[in-house]
């Protein structure tokens, strides 16, 4: 049901203005007064001269000269104005700095990939804490088998979550970077691995530290082709946990590349052939050196120019033209990151070799010109998540890629895994 309060003239409810057209104190109850003379007489004095009178008309306006305004009072009215013009002033000066900032950081938090809890990561889980049993070892498969029972399913549950938080309890290293970036780029399935897939260790016998050992994981899917999952575990010292400093994943059926049957006294491999594995890091950032400079793969290579190598190295020769058409530039610069990373090497079935390490990069984007710049939209997938939204005259990225080689006695290696992606990125206006 509607209710229309009809108004009067100036506004005020027409029931309100029917009650004030009686005079003050006259009996609400009385009929208002009559305004005309009783019929057939005049009061005494009479009729009007003339009978009578017309409409009342009003006066013609006579027009009137405004008041001269004194000079005192016309400085006071520009000292005013003056003022508050000056105000004004001060107050936009104050807010649009901050004004400023707010917006900035508004724009910032738009499609901001997670990142890590500032401040010491949380201590790790007790079992990353497990020691062995056997005299004179420093990991052997009873505390193995704790810790990677303790911290596999942390690390499933942390990547299909999204949760840095976690990782950085059981992650350090290439590891949490590469997580990091995968994580960033939202590459990782939110269907959680197993959280008790089957599972093969190898490890060299060590009797001091820091130690290490090999983790390869089958990881099945549903809907998914199966995976393997190589993970090295390590420890600084006696007083040290188990962390994850290596991590990366591959398709190679469900057969398991480790021995079958877990060993902690797996002798080294042949020094020869561990020299030459330990080539293999800069070599495949050579590789992708000749794919970014050149658009093609080097003419003189250890690896075969096939299968995933080709397609990667097809696609970084094709951010080229894809800057260019956008106006900007891009250098790049691949090297190995064993120095930094570490390099994990483990004998496997047949004697084989499987090196683990990192290949870095350096990568800048610059425009070319005033009128062009290097643009992240919102989605945040034109260049490193970690780069708010805006135009930059340009930005620098850092990216690591997790690796393991497969290198055998008379056979060409084999490049397993490319894990990670960007992790940092630094970027300037001006």
């Known amino acids: 049901m509607r209710y229309d309060l009809h108004m009067g003239e100036r506004g005020e409810p027409a029931d309100r203005r029917s009650r004030d057209v009686r005079a003050p104190g006259w009996p609400p109850s009385a009929p208002p007064p009559r305004l005309e003379p009783p019929s057939g007489a005049w009061p005494r004095w009479g009729p009007p001269i ?71 990561p949380s201590p790790p889980p007790p079992g990353a804490y497990a020691t062995p049993s056997t005299p004179g070892v420093v990991i052997d498969l009873a505390s193995a088998e704790k810790v990677f029972s303790t911290e596999w399913p942390m690390r499933a549950e942390a990547l299909s979550n999204y ?18 970036a995968s994580i960033d780029c939202k590459c990782e399935l939110t269907t959680p691995a197993p959280l008790e897939p089957p599972h093969l260790f190898t ?28 993970l090295v575990f390590r420890r600084a010292s006696r007083d040290s946990p188990w962390l ?20 902690f006294s797996v002798p080294p491999g042949p020094p020869s052939l561990l020299a030459f594995a330990n080539r293999l890091p800069g070599d495949l950032a050579q590789y992708w050196q000749a794919w970014k400079d050149t658009g093609k793969a080097p003419l ?65 984007i610059r425009a070319t010109s005033k009128s062009t710049s290097v643009n992240q939209p919102f989605t945040r997938d034109e260049v490193t998540p970690q780069v708010p939204p805006g135009n930059y005259r340009w930005v620098r990225q850092l990216g690591i890629r997790e690796s393991c080689f497969l290198v055998a006695p008379n056979t060409v290696p084999s490049v397993l895994g490319e894990r990670g992606g960007t992790y940092s990125g630094t970027t300037s206006k001006s």
């Open 50 to 120: 003339g009978g009578v009178p017309p409409p009342w008309v009003p006066a013609a306006l006579i027009p009137q000269k405004p008041p001269k305004r004194s000079p005192r009072s016309t400085a006071i009215i520009v000292v005013v104005v003056v003022s508050l013009l000056a105000a004004i002033s001060a107050g936009v000066l104050w807010a649009a700095p901050r004004v400023g900032k707010a917006i900035d950081t508004a724009i910032a938090k738009i499609g901001a990939p997670p990142s890590l809890p500032k401040g010491p």
């Open 163 to 180: 949760d840095l938080g976690s990782l950085s309890r059981i992650e350090r290293g290439a590891a949490l970077l590469g997580d990091e």
């Open 203 to 230: 490890a060299a016998q060590q009797s001091s530290y820091p130690a290490t050992f090999l983790a390869e994981v089958q990881v099945d899917r549903s809907g998914y082709i199966p995976e393997l999952t190589d």
């Open 244 to 263: 994850i400093v290596f991590a990366t994943s591959y398709t190679w059926g469900r057969y398991p590349l480790l021995s079958i049957g877990d060993s």
């Open 300 to 364: 003189v290579t250890p690896f075969v120019n096939s299968g995933y190598l080709l397609s990667h190295g097809t696609d970084i020769a094709n951010a080229q033209s894809y800057w260019r058409a956008r106006g900007n530039s891009e250098t790049t610069s691949y090297y190995s990151g064993a120095g930094v990373d570490g390099s994990y090497a483990f004998t496997t079935r047949y004697g084989a070799i499987l090196l683990c390490t990192t290949v870095r990069w350096t990568s800048t």
